[in-house]
């Protein structure tokens, strides 16, 4: 079946400096997705890629559907303690009922304040 | 506006021991699907539905049933739970064109099988 590889699984950061995660697939997908969890809650949808190439901002989040449609990239910058969680790529193919969502393993954010 | 509602939020069950999640949604959206997390694992998907009173499997879906009788309800069963169950799990829901969209989470519910 499809998968998703995520980048890096977890990492630490200082306040205030950028941050980069990605996803690749072997397959191609029609949208990317980026969702972010925080402790004891539910994914929360960050930011939807449509197009291949396409760049889209959400505040300090910019995110990239890459031009193969195999990758995505999610870019934080100024890192606050409030983007501690764990952020989930998720690839879409809609066409047919289900239009399931595949989602990366996440990437754990922690931030030292 | 309350979303997706998931009940309980924890619950500690025996081996053996049976129980039923419930997902309640008020945005009358067509799809629904229950997920699994473990941690490194990701979201898994155990089953969806497409509309009431239509189920399928997703990809993890052994040892779970699934009910979808009222459009804005999506239960999960266990009938005899085992300690490999132990995890948390979320139901989404979408609509047909919020697809596109991606999907809305509820907050969890902690399942515990000792």
């Known amino acids: 079946g499809q998968q998703l590889n995520q980048s890096p699984q977890s990492m630490f950061i200082q306040e205030g400096e950028d941050v980069s995660m990605n996803c690749t697939s072997s397959s191609i997908f029609n949208t990317w997705l980026w969702y972010k969890q925080d402790p004891g809650e539910g994914p929360v949808l960050l930011i939807a890629?449509?197009?291949?190439?396409e760049l889209t901002s959400n505040g300090r989040l910019t995110a990239q559907f890459g031009i193969t449609r195999k990758d995505s990239f999610l870019n934080i910058s100024a890192s606050i303690p409030s983007d501690v969680g764990i952020y989930f790529c998720a690839g879409l193919n809609y066409g047919g009922s289900q239009g399931n969502l595949i989602f990366g393993k996440g990437t754990k954010l922690s931030v030292k304040p | 506006n309350a979303g997706v509602t998931q009940t309980p939020k924890f619950r500690v069950l025996k081996t053996g021991q049976s129980m039923t999640l419930l997902c309640a949604q008020d945005m009358n959206h067509e799809y629904m699907y229950w997920y699994r997390q473990d941690p490194g694992m990701g979201l898994r998907l155990i089953h969806y539905s497409v509309g009431e009173g239509t189920t399928a499997k997703g990809e993890v879906p052994d040892g779970y049933n699934v009910s979808r009788l009222k459009k804005q309800n999506f239960l999960l069963g266990l009938e005899s739970a085992a300690p490999s169950q132990t995890s948390v799990y979320f139901c989404?829901?979408?609509?047909?064109?919020?697809?596109?969209?991606?999907?809305?989470f509820g907050s969890g519910t902690r399942l515990t099988v000792v």
């Open positions: 890629l449509y197009k291949a190439g």
């Open positions: 989404a829901s979408s609509g047909r064109q919020g697809m596109l969209r991606g999907y809305t």
